[in-house]
């Protein structure tokens, strides 16, 4: 660059960065180098793109987003660059990323050579994270219901590519008792996020011996206990321990049947199943 176009290159920037020369993008739009810096953005009337300008002199641009609708506003990479973000799934990073939510931002830099690199965000939790809210609205930042949905693979690579890292992947007709494990859906396009919708999480064993035999992310029943012999009720044919779902080191050692009020397991009297008094918030995963 000449040295006139280093000056009118820091000047740009410098307005950039103050927001002078930018105002709030509303539809799709395709960025030119003195059009970075921060940028607002609404993509209230539907989904928008913003394509940032090619990546081989170093620039900054941020982009908050101004409303909070359900519409996806993405930013992409200049054709053939890439945006380096969750970098442990996929080192070269991806062709654009998203801004979920109002006041939900992206600081980007380019290296000069053909990427962006992520330097913040609004909510820099990792990926696949669970956490509880105290509003049923999903805050912005990257978050959503884990409500079992099918999403494109293409949509979102980086949530895909979380899936196959995972170690809890299964067939969609695995899915019954692991609905707490990604599903491949239908196999090449579509990939399904877990549902923990009412549902105890529980530590995985991974050794420990408390809880043995448990696959990550497997849905198991409520463990049977033994209960008050005066005011229990009849009980008709209970099966064995599997199926009972007893914990090891409950007491229980055999298998346990009632025939009306008789029992034949003799360490036990009478059972209930296990459902501790509890406040029911909603659960939330991180998508990007």
Same mark, same amino acid.
């Given at each position: 660059?000449?040295?006139?176009?280093?000056?009118?290159?820091?000047?740009?920037?410098?307005?950039?960065?103050?927001?002078?020369?930018?105002?709030?993008?509303?539809?799709?739009?395709?960025?030119?180098?003195?059009?970075?810096?921060?940028?607002?953005?609404?993509?209230?009337?539907?989904?928008?793109?913003?394509?940032?300008?090619?990546?081989?002199?170093?620039?900054?641009?941020?982009?908050?987003?101004?409303?909070?609708?359900?519409?996806?506003?993405?930013?992409?990479?200049?054709?053939?660059?890439?945006?380096?973000?969750?970098?442990?799934?996929?080192?070269? %990073?991806? =062709?654009?990323?998203?801004? &979920? /939510?109002? $006041? @939900?931002?992206?600081? +980007?830099?380019?290296?000069?050579?053909? #990427?962006?690199?992520?330097?913040?965000?609004?909510?820099?939790?990792?990926?696949?994270?669970?956490?509880?809210?105290?509003?049923?609205?999903?805050?912005?930042?990257?978050? %959503?219901? =884990?409500?079992?949905?099918? &999403? /494109?693979? $293409? @949509?979102?690579?980086? +949530?895909?590519?979380?899936?196959?890292? #995972?170690?809890?992947?299964?067939?969609?007709?695995?899915?019954?008792?692991?609905?707490?494990?990604?599903?491949?859906?239908?196999?090449?396009?579509?990939?399904?996020?877990?549902?923990?919708?009412?549902?105890?999480?529980?530590?995985?064993?991974?050794?420990?011996?408390?809880?043995?035999?448990?696959?990550?992310?497997?849905?198991?029943?409520?463990?049977?206990?033994?209960?008050?012999?005066?005011?229990?009720?009849?009980?008709?044919?209970?099966?064995?321990?599997?199926?009972?779902?007893?914990?090891?080191?409950?007491?229980?050692?055999?298998?346990?049947?009632?025939?009306?009020?008789?029992?034949?397991?003799?360490?036990?009297?009478?059972?209930?199943?296990?459902?501790?008094?509890?406040?029911?918030?909603?659960?939330?995963?991180?998508?990007?």
């Amino acid at each position: 660059m000449s040295r006139s176009e280093v000056l009118a290159a820091i000047e740009s920037g410098m307005l950039s960065v103050q927001g002078l020369n930018n105002s709030v993008i509303r539809a799709n739009k395709v960025l030119e180098p003195h059009e970075t810096g921060f940028l607002l953005a609404d993509a209230s009337a539907g989904q928008t793109m913003i394509t940032l300008p090619k990546a081989n002199r170093i620039m900054d641009v941020r982009v908050q987003r101004v409303d909070n609708s359900a519409n996806a506003l993405l930013v992409y990479a200049a054709s053939g660059e890439k945006i380096k973000f969750h970098m442990h799934l996929r080192p070269e %990073g991806y =062709p654009f990323c998203m801004v &979920l /939510g109002g $006041g @939900d931002f992206w600081h +980007l830099r380019s290296d000069g050579a053909g #990427s962006w690199l992520l330097l913040d965000r609004f909510d820099n939790t990792p990926l696949g994270r669970i956490a509880f809210e105290t509003t049923t609205a999903s805050n912005p930042g990257g978050w %959503g219901r =884990p409500d079992a949905r099918l &999403l /494109g693979r $293409g @949509d979102w690579p980086w +949530l895909w590519d979380h899936a196959q890292q #995972s170690g809890m992947l299964v067939d969609e007709a695995q899915r019954a008792g692991m609905e707490g494990a990604w599903t491949r859906g239908d196999g090449t396009s579509t990939f399904r996020i877990p549902d923990f919708r009412g549902e105890f999480l529980r530590m995985l064993d991974e050794g420990r011996g408390v809880d043995p035999g448990r696959t990550a992310a497997s849905w198991r029943m409520g463990t049977k206990i033994t209960g008050d012999n005066a005011s229990a009720p009849a009980v008709q044919g209970i099966g064995n321990l599997a199926e009972v779902g007893v914990d090891k080191g409950d007491g229980f050692t055999s298998a346990i049947y009632y025939v009306g009020a008789t029992q034949t397991e003799t360490n036990a009297i009478y059972w209930g199943t296990v459902r501790p008094r509890s406040t029911a918030y909603p659960g939330r995963l991180k998508l990007i």
